[in-house]
């Protein structure tokens, strides 16, 4: 989850052991030769170098603001729409689609592809416009569900889910997150009639199997510790047959409310490739207090907006992703410095505003 004052902060008040002196061991002599050191400081000077991230992947746009009118909702079919609002209801989950064209979901796993290969962990794919114009099309699917005017958060990852093939690397995963709630431990964000106001949504970029590290659900409805035991994450031998597996195709779209247990798998040796995802956090607008951002389609969400959100990111997911710790301290400057930006302190360099 990414709260509004994580942003502002990056970690809570009483947590202060980003702002000790601690040495960066990505940085001590006796761990790395010059050659090493010198790799660390080029991927720290790219990943804040707008021109450095055009030129990787020129089929993509990052601008002042990435949504507009001009964006028009997916086309999703009526039984769909029916079949998503009535499982989120009476399972806790949906399954739907595809609903993202092909073509988007290719372009997009070009790009992450990418981005990884040029040393950086998939989330980083989050610069671009083009990923935030998906979460802003989901309108057909997902109103009837959330309500009129819902909001996009700014809690979003990117999945890179290595191939067996693929060897391994700090800015790959090696398999999906293990068994989880995403909500707290007792119900607040469900409306009398079981709708959700806090809505998960998962969005392959590759065709994704049994093999490749699918989603897998407990229903709401089977679930034993559903709703009174929430801290219970494991699953019960009497209720493994209940579980089902999600295989989906890209540009499929699959939802669940913040209190069904799910996972990620871990990909097999014939799987063809790696597995890459997109998952998203939607509010309604009738949720007060949440304390999440949200993404406004007619204020700016500029580069250096961008790059805070994922340093903030990182900080709320770093128990489960590991990142390269000079990434990771770039990344908490972001944070600083666009809060600074943000109170007058600093002033952002015209010659560095986005076109």
């Known amino acids: 989850m990414l709260s509004a004052d994580s942003l502002s902060r990056g970690r809570s008040a009483g947590d202060r052991s980003h702002l000790t002196n601690k040495p960066d061991r990505l940085f001590e002599p006796d761990t790395l030769d010059m050659n090493q050191l010198s790799e660390r400081n080029a991927i720290v000077k790219r990943a804040g170098d707008i021109k450095f991230w055009r030129s990787i992947c020129p089929q993509l746009s990052i601008s002042e603001s990435p949504l507009g009118s001009h964006m028009k909702p997916y086309a999703v079919s009526p039984s769909d729409v029916k079949k ?66 819902y909001c996009v958060t700014l809690d979003v990852w990117i999945y890179y889910i290595r191939g067996f093939r693929e060897d391994s690397a700090d800015s790959k995963e090696d398999s999906g997150w293990s068994p989880h709630r995403d909500g707290k431990l007792v119900i607040s964000t469900l409306r009398g009639d079981g709708r959700p106001q806090l809505l998960d949504v998962w969005i392959p970029f590759t065709d994704t199997t049994v093999e490749h590290s699918c989603m897998y659900v407990l229903p709401t409805h089977l679930d034993p510790n559903y709703p009174d035991n929430l801290r219970e994450w494991s699953v019960p031998r009497k209720s493994l047959q209940d579980i089902r597996a999600l295989p989906a195709e890209a540009g499929a779209i699959l939802g669940w409310n913040e209190y069904a247990l799910h996972w990620g798998s871990r990909g097999t040796r014939w799987a063809d490739g790696p597995r890459i995802s997109l998952a998203a956090r939607f509010q309604s607008r009738d949720l007060d207090g949440s304390g999440f951002l949200t993404l406004d389609a007619n204020s700016s969400f500029n580069f250096q907006a961008r790059l805070a959100t994922i340093g903030t990111l990182f900080n709320r997911y770093s128990r489960r992703k590991k990142c390269p710790e000079a990434l990771v301290n770039f990344c908490r400057g972001q944070v600083l410095l666009y809060e600074a930006v943000k109170l007058g302190i600093f002033k952002e360099n015209a010659s560095e505003r986005i076109p």
Do not use: C, K, M
Request: negative net charge.
């Open 84 to 149: 998503a609002t009535q499982q989120v209801l009476e399972e806790g989950y949906f399954q739907v689609g595809p609903i993202v064209p092909r073509q988007e979901t290719r372009l997009l796993t070009d790009a992450v592809r990418t981005v990884v290969d040029h040393g950086f962990p998939a989330p980083f794919v989050l610069v671009y416009d083009q990923v935030w114009q998906i979460l802003s099309r989901l309108e057909n699917l997902l109103s009837p569900i959330l309500g009129a005017f």
